[in-house]
């Protein structure tokens, strides 16, 4: 299995909602990213895991709080989100961090809609 | 700030031209230059740079870094319709983990 799997492909939530995104690989990789894509722009990352404890946090809004329950899975929890935190939300794995540099495993993404 | 700059950031090309895609970076303590391929959804990895004037190929894309002048390229050959996607290029620096991206080629290649 050489691919990174993410649920739901698409989301519209309500600003009032809670709801999760999930992320799940079985390369046996170490390190698990969040990435969050606007239209027309490039990924701008929002979290590092390291062996399930987080690395990274590129000072986002706490509405956004990651969760690594275990080294496969990667959730993050939405709650009171804007409109403007619509966009595209790429999961990405590698074998560690140090080398999350030689070609991270993308997943498909999930397309957010805050309503 | 790590930056990534490319250009252009259109092209519109017929099938069989060539096209050159440029990438120049500017991060702290660098360790490697990356390009993806961003058709609807996730970016597709092509290739992973770390030295000098050594070049990459894979069919009709290469790709090749210039450490001294902070920049890099990718080639297409006889290009293809399936080639139409965003390219992007990004660069790994002092923060372990972290890639910075450069906003991407729109490329668009007609029939």
């Known amino acids: 299995d050489t691919e990174v799997t993410q649920t739901p492909k698409h989301l519209v939530m309500g600003m009032t909602n809670k709801k999760s995104l999930k992320c799940e690989q079985h390369m046996g990789h170490r390190a698990m990213y969040w990435y969050k894509q606007k239209a027309k722009k490039p990924p701008e990352l929002m979290f590092v895991y390291s062996y399930e404890k987080l690395s990274i946090n590129e000072s986002v809004p706490s509405r956004f709080s990651p969760e690594c329950p275990n080294s496969s899975l990667l959730n993050l929890h939405l709650h009171a989100l804007q409109p403007e935190d619509s966009a595209l939300y790429l999961c990405a794995s590698s074998q560690e961090v140090g080398q999350g540099d030689y070609g991270y495993t993308f997943g498909s993404g999930t397309r957010l809609t805050v309503v | 700030e790590d930056k990534v700059v490319q250009s252009p950031l259109s092209l519109v090309v017929h099938e069989g031209d060539t096209v050159t895609l440029n990438c120049s970076y500017e991060?702290?303590?660098?360790?490697?230059l990356l390009w993806y391929k961003q058709e609807k959804k996730a970016p597709t990895f092509l290739f992973m740079l770390t030295s000098s004037g050594i070049e990459k190929k894979s069919g009709r894309l290469s790709s090749i870094l210039d450490k001294k002048e902070l920049f890099s390229i990718l080639n297409i050959t006889a290009t293809q319709t399936g080639d139409s996607a965003v390219y992007l290029c990004a660069a790994g620096g002092t923060s372990y983990g972290k890639l910075t991206f450069g906003q991407g080629t729109i490329l668009t290649v007609h029939p």
């Open positions: 991060v702290t303590n660098f360790r490697s």
